[in-house]
């Protein structure tokens, strides 16, 4: 999961939009085939049920959005990024307006402005570009179905509008690869706005170290965790506001795998559902919505 999560938060924070399944991507979970699972308190899991089916039809009639993002990651090589984003069908256009809180220099400027006229004039290496996150994004409303099978859950506390929901793994879930097992090691907190049924908040982390044949082939590290924040951003509309990745771990010994992302994307507009890549372009150019 952590590689589609880390590649989707930074291509596009709404890539997240069903925020719990993204816990649920290619390394933490590769299926879903559970036995009967242990009995779980029916109001907890009735939440949850709610949510996840409030999500899933959010999902399909998602709604497109021009916003500003702030980013630091390893993408970002440390700095901090402050982009314009308007999203398409075919993935986010984005264009770098500042670095470390300054403006572009004028090298910078043409660089993004030869960028961006590429992509609008090659919309099909646009396409491409976003074809991954794509092929992630499309398993997402399958993969929210999922989640009340994989995880045993409890109320923690209700809070105004909010419910705060501990989970951790089904000890009915069998083991049957190696990301199987980050699945066990994961735990955290849901919160759920209750009007709304919308996942408002996730926070996980993991339990204890993973290992992957004795640490031979590799290990995810007990600091490994991530959150992020959603908000409605106009009416029956909400967003991902915020994502905080870390993620620690290596492969064979010696290749570190540690990706670190935080993410805020913010002055969200409406904008229509139909943008061509080349209108999208047009727009990330006017660089003050």
Not at 59 to 69: A, I, L, V
Not at 96 to 116: C, F, H, T, V, Y
Not at 211 to 229: C, I, M, W, Y
Request: charged letters at 25%; glycine letters at 4%; hydrophobic letters at 40%.
């Amino acid at each position: 999961m952590i590689s589609a999560f880390v590649r989707c938060a930074i291509k596009s924070l709404d890539c997240c939009t069903a925020v719990v399944l993204v816990l649920l991507l290619e390394l933490f979970v590769a299926h879903a085939s559970l036995p009967a699972q242990v009995r779980q308190p029916s109001s907890a899991i009735q939440i949850v049920n709610e949510m996840v089916q409030a999500e899933t039809a959010a999902w399909k009639g998602r709604q497109h959005f021009e916003y500003r993002k702030e980013e630091r990651s390893n993408s970002t090589k440390g700095h901090l990024w402050t982009e314009l984003v308007v999203e398409t069908s075919d993935g986010p256009m984005q264009r770098l307006i500042s670095e470390d809180g300054k403006p572009l220099s004028m090298s910078q400027e043409r660089a993004e402005d030869k960028r961006i006229d590429y992509l609008a004039n090659h919309p099909r290496e646009f396409r491409r570009e976003n074809r991954r996150r794509k092929e992630d994004e499309s398993r997402m409303p399958d993969l929210l179905k999922e989640i009340p099978q994989i995880f045993l859950f409890k109320i923690v506390s209700a809070e105004g509008d909010y419910t705060r929901i501990a989970f951790q793994p089904n000890p009915s879930f069998q083991e049957k690869s190696y990301q199987d097992r980050v699945v066990h090691a994961m735990s955290g907190v849901l919160l759920i706005h209750m009007t709304d049924m919308r996942l408002s908040r996730l926070d996980v982390h993991l339990d204890h170290r993973v290992e992957f044949v004795f640490g031979l082939l590799g290990e995810v590290s007990d600091k490994t965790h991530f959150s992020l924040a959603r908000a409605e951003v106009s009416p029956g509309l909400w967003k991902t506001t915020k994502v905080h990745v870390h993620f620690d771990g290596t492969i064979l010994l010696l290749k570190n795998i540690s990706r670190d992302v935080d993410s805020s994307q913010y002055d969200f507009k409406v904008i229509a559902h139909n943008l061509t890549v080349a209108q999208a372009a047009a727009l990330v150019r006017l660089k003050n919505f």
